[in-house]
């Protein structure tokens, strides 16, 4: 099992150029769970992440990981620890898997030291998890789109660290393969204990497969906890500006939201909802 | 042959090895020199087209040394190597600086339109201050065709260090510019330093290519040249890439060489002519491909 970290951001404020997008975020991350950050587009969800990845300095508060800020640590030392997989990688032209994936190893290299035996393990069993063995001398423009994200995330897990933070590691691939990449991303959580955080779109799916959520609203943190506590029809109402109903997932303990539209609406779950017009 | 480790030996056979011999090292560290300045060029920019010729550094540099030979008499190799750097860098900020502006950053087609009008601009720079003055021109003329023909011991002597340097700056910036080929993003993820290894990198290249185009003229389309075969050839492994457009650079200019003084005799065809017009198609393959793929 992965060891246990505190990773803590305070009262971070955040943004790009002059435009501040986070207003004073506190949050600790849960340690070896899978948490979630939901949220309406442009409310800063990615910026939350980037920030929290160094990626982005913030103009006040603090990220700290293990009681340490991290523009303290090492990059490299940072990345042993720490990976990140943002939204849209670029993929060199004629690039094989095995090649991409070994590049997850940078923080693992120092200026003299070439290719270990540890190096090429870690390369395989992280291809291994993620089922691109057989694809590891392919060309990535052959694969398919559920194919590549795979091979995406096999880098980052090549990079062997405990907090894994991934920027919306569904997005445009087909339903099937986001449920294949979230089972495989939980696999990896229960297996190794691996710290997950991640931004999603999907609310049914980030209620199913997160431990803990985040909830953002214009640049603020508006709830947290377990799905259970945090989705609620009020909450979806705030953030998304929906009117909904939250049921009990047919096929899991989680809470799944129905929307509600002007349209399809039987007459009875209209009187139930009192916030339609 | 016995003329090389006699140097008593004055028969004109002997001086002919000694001369061709020389001009073979020359040729081949100035290859070296250009392709793995293309690469990293290339690396850094993250763009395919990118190459001291293409983007105008050359033209940057020449305009310092004809500056050096007009205005300060300048003559020697050691003189004109530091202009020539000088002037390879301050042309490499200023076409960057040109190409990054707007929005989309620094695409390959800004980068060659900023190469090319900056080119331009130089060019006339340069012929205005050599035509009022005929000596200069005369000096000048011979080494801005790009020849390696100039090339002695002494200018070898002087070119080493940068060549040295420049190389190793490349095998050790290497592994980092593998990661920041994935994007900025990914390589800070990984614990890179982004705008540290751009810096150094850049300057690698600008000490390669500025050392090679002052002691040879500028040669274009090497770096260019070079890497893309060997990018067809092994792939995108810059650990990999590096040694190898080494090679190849040194290999193709080599050639070029060759064919300069086969296709010129009984004089000699000037080699960055030769590169020229075996580059100038493969640069419009490279141009049409690239787009498509950004399409």
Redesign the interface.
């Known amino acids: 099992m992965k060891p246990t970290h505190t990773f803590q951001a305070e009262s971070i404020t955040a943004g790009y150029d002059k435009k501040t997008i986070l207003h004073d975020i506190s949050i600790a991350i849960p340690s070896n769970k899978i948490s979630i950050i939901i949220g309406a587009n442009g409310c800063g969800k990615s910026t939350l992440l ?1 920030t929290m ?3 982005i300095k913030p103009t006040s508060g603090q990220i700290s990981l293990d009681g340490k800020p991290i523009h303290k640590i ?7 620890v ?5 939204q ?9 898997v095995a ?2 994936v070994g ?2 190893r ?2 693992h ?1 120092t ?1 003299m030291k070439g290719w270990s035996k540890k190096d090429y393990e870690a390369v395989a069993e992280a291809m291994d998890i993620m089922n691109i063995t057989e694809f590891a001398d392919r060309n990535i423009d052959e694969l398919s789109g559920g194919q590549r994200q795979r091979v995406w995330i096999a ?2 897990l090549a ?1 062997q660290t405990d907090i894994l ?1 991934l920027d919306e590691p569904t997005t445009y691939l087909d339903i099937t393969y986001q449920v294949e990449i979230l089972d495989m991303l939980t696999d990896l959580n229960r297996k190794y204990g691996t710290t997950i955080v991640m931004v999603l779109h999907d609310i049914n799916l980030s209620a199913r497969y997160a431990d803990h959520i985040f909830a953002l609203n214009k640049g603020k943190l508006v709830a947290e906890g377990t799905p259970s506590e945090v989705i609620t029809s009020s909450l979806i109402k705030d953030i998304f500006n929906l009117n909904c109903k939250v049921i009990e997932d047919p096929v899991s303990d989680s809470p799944s939201v129905v929307p509600i539209g002007r349209h399809h609406n039987k007459s009875i779950s209209i009187s139930e909802n009192p916030v339609i017009v | 042959m016995d003329g090389l480790f006699h140097p008593e030996v004055l028969t004109h056979e002997a001086n002919v090895v000694r001369q061709r011999i020389v001009r073979t090292i020359f040729c081949l560290m100035c290859g070296a020199a250009l392709g793995v300045s293309g690469a990293l060029m290339q690396s850094v920019t993250r763009n395919p087209i990118a190459d001291p010729s293409i983007l105008g550094v050359n033209t940057g540099a020449s305009l310092f040394v004809v500056c050096g030979i007009a205005f300060f008499n300048i003559s020697s190799a050691n003189e004109y190597i530091w202009l020539a750097i000088a002037g390879a860098i301050l042309t490499s900020i200023f076409v960057f600086g040109i190409g990054s502006m707007g929005s989309g950053g620094a695409t390959p087609l800004k980068l060659v339109l900023a190469g090319a009008a900056t080119s331009a601009i130089l060019s006339s720079l340069v012929v205005a201050v050599m035509i009022p003055r005929s000596n200069v021109m005369d000096q000048f003329r011979f080494w801005q065709v790009g020849s390696v023909g100039s090339g002695n011991w002494d200018s070898i002597a002087t070119f080493v260090p940068f060549l040295i340097i420049g190389l190793l700056i490349a095998v050790f910036t290497g592994p980092g510019l593998n990661a920041l080929a994935l994007g900025d993003e990914v390589a800070k993820g990984l614990g890179v330093r982004t705008g540290t290894i751009r810096l150094v990198a850049a300057l690698g290249a600008v000490l390669l290519c500025g050392a090679a185009t002052a002691l040879a003229g500028p040669i274009g389309f090497i770096g260019l040249l070079a890497t893309h075969v060997i990018r067809l050839l092994i792939g995108p492994d810059l650990r990999y890439i590096i040694p190898m457009s080494a090679l190849t650079g040194a290999i193709i200019l080599t050639v070029s060489d060759v064919l300069g003084r086969l296709l010129g005799s009984p004089g000699e065809l000037e080699v960055g002519i030769v590169t020229a017009f075996v580059g100038a198609p493969i640069l419009i393959l490279i141009t049409m491909k690239a787009k498509m793929r950004a399409l």
């Not at chain 1, 090492?74 to 042993?80: E, G, I, S, T």
């Not at chain 1, 720490?82 to 943002?86: F, I, T």
């Open positions: 980037k990845a160094r990626l090492p990059p490299k030392h940072l990345a042993r720490l990976g990140l997989l943002p849209s990688p670029i993929v060199p032209e004629g690039i094989t090649d991409l590049r997850g940078f923080p290299h200026f880098m980052a990079q933070f």
